[in-house]
Each structure stands twice: as C-alpha cells, then as structure tokens.
Nanobody
Framework: QVQLVESGGGLVQAGGSLRLSCAAS????????MGWYRQAPGKQRTLVAV???????NYADSVKGRFTISRDNAKNTIYLQMNSLKPEDTAVYYC???????????WGQGTQVTVSS
C-alpha cells in the first residue's frame, strides 16, 4: 500500500480558490490511478477527479471546468486546483491511490474544505 498525506484545505469564500496536495510515501510514476473523492456531511463519498498512469484525467460533471487534477512525479505528489468554489463544494476531500488493478485502495486522512457564501 501507499501512505498518503493531504494538505491545503481550509475556509474560503465563494468564488475563491484552493489547491489541495496529496503526498505519497513512494514513487507515483508507476501507480495505476490516483485521485480525489469528497464527502459532505450526511452524504456518500463521491469521486471528484482522477489521473491515471498515462496522464489522462477525468472529472465529476459538477467540477468540470473549475477543478484541475495534476501530478508531479518528482515530488511524488498530486494536486487538485479548485477555482470558482461554491458552497456545495464544502466537504472533506480524500486522496486515494490504486497501485494496480489488484491492489487494495490506499486512502489519505482527508482534508476539510469549507466554502462560505
């Protein structure tokens, strides 16, 4: 498994921006997929964005055009740039990694993002 540590959450006003970081305990270049989920109070955890080994990305419809996922292999870190934030983006954001198709998914501890109106 991969140990993951998120950072960058906080309180921001609607329309503002935040950048989340997820640092991995080992090289991420060979990891099959990494990404972000979020979970709002009383709701299920849902996928926000994913980046696969080839560099291709995919996003939830609710964040397309506002969020960007990226990675820095040299720093073993992925990022989630969040722009034009809305109150409905308020949630705990979790980083995950699927080392390969057979691996048990690794999760970070989560970071709180709160968007005030």
């Amino acid at each position: 498994q991969v140990q993951l540590v998120e950072s960058g959450g906080g309180l921001v006003q609607a329309g503002g921006s935040l950048r989340l970081s997820c640092a991995a305990s080992r090289s991420i270049g060979s990891i099959n997929a990494m990404g972000w989920y979020r979970q709002a109070p009383g709701k299920q955890r849902t996928l926000v964005a994913v980046i696969i080994r080839s560099g291709s990305t995919n996003y939830a419809d609710s964040v397309k055009g506002r969020f960007t996922i990226s990675r820095d292999n040299a720093k073993n870190t992925i990022y989630l740039q969040m722009n034009s934030l809305k109150p409905e983006d308020t949630a705990v954001y979790y980083c995950y990694a699927d080392a390969n198709v057979l691996a048990i998914r690794s999760w970070g501890q989560g970071t709180q993002v709160t968007v005030s109106s």
